[in-house]
């Protein structure tokens, strides 16, 4: 039920790009992300609605697939700020609508 | 700046105490929320308000309750702590679960 994500750890180099997905076996009505920094808390990122979406802000973009079923997470030329754990917050419309969080990727940055 | 302020930064207590988990927040948001965040578990649902003195489990209730007596405050009560139960506490709010969370800092709890 939780939503997958993957990889659940990657170590970059500065100036290095990284993918994290995040994959439902429902349809999702949205998703979202969050990025945590050790000893802090969460902070929403973006959100994604729409099957096919792209946003973004600076070199963090995100992308939202068709069946509305992915979500991916692009950083792009990793600083060493980018270090943290990334999570995906997905809302699905079972019946109710229920809020899941995903399993969480570590990202680290080295310099 | 908004926040969700959380009361302990770090807690030790001893097996088969009561403890008190106090969360507030400052921007009038109806939904209130408490997960525990584990290694490989990822952020798991203990319990969650919508309003004043309303609650609904989550899915992982078992040895805990909450208070909401204020529509800024949600209380998660460990009536027994156990060790099972050192973890990583994080409190969040939201105006409508579609906006996004915004989360307290954390509570690591060490449960002896």
């Known amino acids: 039920q939780q939503p997958v994500q993957s990889p659940q750890a990657v170590i970059l180099r500065e100036g290095e790009d990284a993918v994290i997905n995040c994959s439902s076996s429902k349809a999702l009505y949205s998703v979202h992300w969050y990025r945590q920094k050790h000893g802090e808390a969460p902070v929403f990122l973006m959100i994604l609605l729409k099957g096919g979406e792209q946003k973004g802000h600076d070199k963090i973009s995100a992308s939202f697939n068709e069946k509305k079923q992915q979500s991916s997470l692009y950083l792009t030329a990793s600083q060493l700020s980018y270090s943290g754990t990334y999570f995906c917050g997905t809302l699905r419309t079972s019946g109710t609508y229920k809020y899941i969080f995903g399993t969480g990727t570590r990202l680290k940055v080295l310099a | 700046d908004v926040k969700v302020t959380q009361s302990s930064r770090y807690l030790v207590k001893r097996t088969g105490e009561k403890v008190f988990l106090e969360c507030v927040q400052d921007?009038?948001?109806?939904?209130m929320f408490w997960y525990r965040q584990d290694p490989g578990l990822g952020l798991r649902l203990i319990y969650f308000s919508y309003d004043v003195k309303m609650k609904e489990k989550g899915d992982i209730p078992e040895g805990y309750s909450v208070s909401r007596e204020k529509k800024e405050r949600f209380s998660l009560i460990l009536e027994s702590a156990s060790t099972n139960q050192t973890s990583m506490y994080l409190c969040a709010s939201s105006s409508e679960v579609f906006y996004g969370y915004t989360f307290g800092s954390g509570t690591r709890l060490t449960v002896v």
């Open positions: 921007m009038d948001h109806e939904n």
